[in-house]
Nanobody
Framework: QVQLVESGGGSVQAGGSLSLSCAAS?????MGWFRQAPGREREGVAA???????TYADSVKGRFTISRDNTKKTLYLQMNSLKPEDTAMYYC?????????????????WGQGTQVTISS
């Protein structure tokens, strides 16, 4: 089991930026960010494999950047040009799957989440 602790959430106005971090007790092959808005299902945002292959949801492509520091066992998500529809609880997750997709069912370990709120 992997313990994951997110940080860096907050409130900003539309067009602003936020950076999220996730400290892991152990590293998995694939690490990802998911988000869940009130009344909606949890959805994949971005994922990165240990070889730094990345996958992004269409809604965040060109605005969000996922990265990882394997030495520090830390996952990052840089979010730019934020929109009110990006408002959600953001979760860090870990998976052992090689293809490293944004499929919620493929992730075994989850953090507690950090809130991101974007005002218009």
């Amino acid at each position: 089991q992997v313990q994951l602790v997110e940080s860096g959430g907050g409130s900003v106005q539309a067009g602003g930026s936020l950076s999220l971090s996730c400290a892991a007790s152990r590293y998995r092959y694939c690490m990802g960010w998911f988000r869940q808005a009130p009344g909606r299902e949890r959805e994949g945002v971005a994922a990165i494999a240990i070889d730094r292959r990345t996958t992004y949801a269409d809604s965040v492509k060109g605005r969000f950047t996922i990265s990882r520091d394997n030495t520090k066992k830390t996952l990052y998500l840089q979010m730019n040009s934020l929109k009110p529809e990006d408002t959600a609880m953001y979760y860090c997750a870990a998976s052992t799957e090689w293809w490293c997709r944004l499929q919620r069912s493929e992730y075994n370990d989850w953090g507690q989440g950090t809130q991101v709120t974007i005002s218009s």
